[in-house]
């Protein structure tokens, strides 16, 4: 973060004050919890409201990635590049002031002084265990009955040669920019890569994008991806897929990346600035697992359904844990670790039944739930697509590169489902409620939606498949009946 500036300076007051006295630790917690992201401030507020006596440990900034370099700068950013594309007069040093002022704004809730007046004891400082019931915290030891390691993740950097040599960025520094630059290189085209891709695209950067996948978002249906390479490339993005980056050289403010494509092809591109979004790895390292006995496997702590880890006493929530790094998932685990861990798991529940929705907040925004396609699921599945040039609101706002696909039992049992639309992330929660209450689409079909919206587009999923449920059969079979009435 940016000393000079005044955002910045008071965020930090909140969420790490360079004055704060950590309190005297107790004789022992009811739970310690090391970390101070979503997961961590869930969990701790939750049993603190519950009564239990709780400490939190965070050895940087209270808020995690998602407040301090995660969801909410990234999402400030990309609402600015709507702005600027629509003419707006917003240029990228308004853009990034504004950025710090509204995460300042959100900051309260997440500050040290905050969790201070819920009860909780706060120690500021680098947090590890030093036994099984143990951890020592700022020079100070936390006895615990029960713990929650909630200590995140952080971004993967590839080991490409030349690269740790010049000055590059992660999304943990890229909104410290003031400048604009001229010409930024991307590393890495998932949601991150992606989403600020499109945004500084928006904002008046040369935008080129490298990754080894073929495609985009990689991870998401092929149409959907496909959709988004169109809009990022109508932006100003230059796409480079399916290439392996050789080399990264530094010639003074200019970077020079070399990379070669499946054919051997060789060929470079110059840069003012590099971000690399290759991913992220679980913060397991200087934490003593091996003193308390918390197996881990692939740099994440190894839970069981309860998110317990191999010490009973102690339990793991978000990234460190899950292959899924969401601030919503982390959110959601929290509130079983609580129950789990202080009370029997009576009220808690198991992580893996959790039904996770994902958003990708590229323009137009792909979210997605349960499976990304049928060949993914045991069984006989059916899959229903409805473009939303289908849709009347999004044919009256122009929004029509788009689609809803949903993937289900042949009984309406939806198995998950895939959206492309302006606000697919708003949208996708009616899929994930169905999900998770176990309600088919004809359910969803016979719930009247309000129009114009495009809302409607599951109503229309849920009509498409009630349609090719209406076999030629059942077809001649109405046909006599009415005829009875001739």
């Not at 905050?114 to 030093?130: I, K, S």
């Not at 971004?155 to 930024?184: M, Q, W």
């Not at 932006?235 to 990264?248: C, I, K, M, N, Y």
């Amino acid at each position: 973060m940016l000393p000079a500036d005044p955002s910045d300076r008071a965020l930090l007051a909140a969420v790490h004050p360079s004055d704060w006295q950590n309190p005297e630790p107790a004789r022992r917690y009811d739970l310690v919890v090391l970390g101070g992201g979503t997961g961590g401030l869930v969990t701790a507020a939750i049993a603190a409201g519950l009564g239990a006596r709780v400490a939190l440990v965070e050895r940087e900034r209270m808020g995690g990635d998602c407040l301090n370099v995660g969801c909410v700068p990234s999402k400030a950013l990309i609402n600015a590049a709507d702005v600027a594309l629509a003419g707006g007069d917003i240029d990228f040093e308004t853009a990034m002031t504004r950025l710090r002022q509204l995460r300042l704004r959100l900051s309260e809730r997440d500050s040290a002084a905050r969790f201070r007046e819920l009860g909780v004891d706060v120690f500021l400082g680098h947090g590890a265990f030093v036994g099984r019931d143990a951890v020592e915290a700022a020079g100070a030891r936390l006895r615990f009955r029960r713990a929650v390691i909630a200590t995140g993740s952080r971004p993967v950097v590839p080991s490409i040669p030349g690269l740790t040599g010049v000055r590059y960025y992660t999304n943990e520094t890229i909104f410290d920019l003031t400048e604009r630059p001229a010409r930024l290189a991307i590393l890495g085209a998932g949601s991150i890569g992606c989403e600020l891709g499109q945004a500084f695209a928006r904002l008046g950067s040369r935008v080129i994008l490298l990754d080894q996948s073929p495609r985009v978002l990689a991870n998401e249906d092929p149409e959907a991806s496909a959709l988004v390479a169109a809009a990022l490339q109508r932006d100003g993005v230059q796409l480079r897929l399916g290439v392996e980056v050789s080399s990264v050289e530094g010639n003074g403010a200019t970077q020079r990346i070399r990379f070669r494509s499946a054919d051997a092809t060789q060929a470079d591109v110059e840069a003012d600035a590099i971000l690399v979004a290759a991913g992220r790895i679980g913060n397991v390292e200087e934490l003593g697992l091996e003193a308390a006995g918390v197996r881990t496997r692939e740099n994440r702590i190894v839970v069981d359904p309860r998110l317990r880890t191999s010490n009973r006493r102690i339990f793991a929530v978000g990234d460190v844990m899950s292959p899924t790094p969401y601030t919503h998932a982390a959110d959601a685990q929290a509130r079983l670790v609580v129950a789990n861990a202080l009370f029997g798991g009576l009220g808690g529940g198991r992580h893996d039944r959790l039904v996770v929705p994902r958003c990708t907040y590229t323009r137009p925004e792909v979210a997605q739930v349960g499976i990304t396609s049928a060949a993914s699921a045991d069984g006989d599945v059916q899959t229903i697509t409805v473009p939303l040039a289908e849709v009347d609101r999004a044919v009256l706002e122009g929004q029509t590169d788009g689609f809803l696909r949903v993937h289900l039992t042949r009984r309406g049992q939806i198995l998950g489902a895939t959206l492309v639309a302006a606000h697919a992330g708003e949208m996708i929660s009616e899929i994930t409620l169905a999900m998770t209450a176990g309600l088919r689409l004809g359910q969803i079909g016979s719930t009247i939606h309000p129009y114009p919206t495009q809302a409607e587009v599951f109503r229309k999923a849920a009509d498409q498949w009630q349609r090719e449920r209406f076999t030629p059969g059942a077809r001649r079979l109405m046909e006599r009946y009415f005829k009875l009435f001739r």
